[in-house]
């Protein structure tokens, strides 16, 4: 998951207040609850020492969210007495959280908004193809494109004059299938999706497919399923597609952990991946972190660290920190600076589920990174 959209959180200073709110039921129940979680939540702010504009902001942001627009929840971060981001939660939080902090709360959003990739879908035929970006928070278009028209269609006949005609709508199948090819790739370099699905005509999908750069290719999948007329998408190819996302993030995953367990801290000889607090700090002050694995039931995501002003400005001990410079840093959680430090350089992160009972936690307190480039240990 990349967090450049959070970019506006750390364009300005704290403390911020950060809510994760249920738009609960769309009836009169359920708007009866919604206000009662308006009130607890800004309750809890005011408790925790919010100020009174912030509070005010964070209650017009939440009465106005509804479950008709946002079935899942939204969660929202203030600060200075303004709301300065709202983001659609794609599973809804199990309890309301609410509170006033240095930074903002981040690591319930990496859960509820969901780690599945971003993934452009084009629907194909002979003539041309549309495109959509699918994401957790819904779909929008991307974009078509159309190629030669005719000649389409192949005809029946043997005749010789007939076999050249096929001959030329095979040539423009082809010509439409490298001009859809062009098309895609520009539309997928264009929204930064992670993910391509190809979807429609079974003789051009693959021709595409073949014509597509390889590292467009890569990341390409095909279903048989639905096509590009309309009315031809159905549950199966909504089930596909959402199965082709869950796949990717899994593939992720797994060769971020095959990494992590290759190239984790053990011995004196030079790594690839750190865990623990310590070693993740002296990290991120560096800018070495190129992949962040939080595991959310870790023991150390709410670890004391101390940050100044700069997101490389972190330390494990108060006196560390005014060491880089900075003269007043703030106590906050370690998954919280990790995670400013993440957003502000552009690494990515992901989520690993809780090991088994039986099995050995990973990372170790529920925090590791791969590194951007080799670690040396320090000598002890």
């Known amino acids: 998951m990349q967090l450049s959209f959070l970019a506006p959180l750390f364009d300005r200073p704290g403390p911020w207040a950060t809510v994760y709110f249920d738009a609960a039921q769309n009836d009169e129940a359920g708007a009866k609850r919604r206000e009662l979680s308006v009130r607890e939540a800004c309750r809890t702010l005011e408790e925790e020492g919010a100020d009174t504009a912030t509070v005010q902001a964070v209650r017009e942001a939440l009465t106005d969210i ?3 627009e946002d079935p899942a929840g939204r969660v929202v971060f203030a600060a200075g007495g303004e709301v300065v981001l709202s983001h659609r939660l794609s599973r809804s939080p199990q309890s309301q959280i609410a509170c006033w902090a240095a930074l903002p709360r981040l690591t319930p959003l990496l859960e509820l908004a969901g780690q599945d990739p971003d993934c452009l879908v084009a629907y194909i035929d002979r003539t041309g193809a549309d495109f959509q970006l699918r994401g957790d928070t819904g779909a ?10 005719w000649p389409v269609h192949r005809t029946a006949s043997s005749d010789w004059s007939e076999r050249h005609f096929q001959l030329k709508v095979e040539n423009t199948w082809e010509h439409n299938a490298g001009e859809i090819a062009e098309t895609l790739t520009s539309a997928y370099e264009e929204c930064g999706a992670d993910l ?13 497919h073949e014509k597509l750069p ?12 639905g096509g590009r007329a309309a009315g031809s998408s159905s549950p199966v190819l909504e089930e596909a597609i959402e199965r082709a996302r869950r796949q990717y993030t899994r593939h992720r995953l797994d060769e971020a952990l095959d990494r992590f367990h290759a190239g984790r ?12 607090v310590p070693a993740l700090v002296e990290a991120a002050r560096e800018h070495r972190i190129d992949t962040l694995l939080i595991r959310p039931d870790g023991p150390e995501l709410g670890r004391e660290t101390w940050v100044g002003d700069e997101p490389d400005q972190l ?30 350089t ?4 992901l989520i690993v589920p809780p090991s088994d009972e039986d099995g050995p936690d990973v990372p ?5 990174a791969l590194l951007r480039w080799t670690y040396e240990p320090t000598p002890a």
């Open 196 to 208: 391509v699905v190809l979807v429609g005509d079974p003789r051009e999908r693959p021709a595409v």
């Open 364 to 368: 170790a307190g529920g925090l590791g």
């Open 214 to 225: 390889e590292a467009v290719r890569e990341v390409t999948v095909e279903t048989e399923h």
């Open 140 to 149: 929008q278009d991307a974009g078509q494109t159309e190629g030669r028209q």
């Open 346 to 349: 552009a690494a990515d992160v």
């Open 265 to 276: 801290v053990g011995t004196d000889r030079p790594t690839d991946a750190v865990e623990g």
């Open 66 to 68: 509804g479950p008709a």
């Open 315 to 344: 330390a494990v001990r108060r006196t560390d920190a005014r060491s880089l410079g900075e003269d007043a840093p703030i106590p906050v959680r370690a998954d919280d600076a990790l995670l400013r430090s993440a957003a502000v």
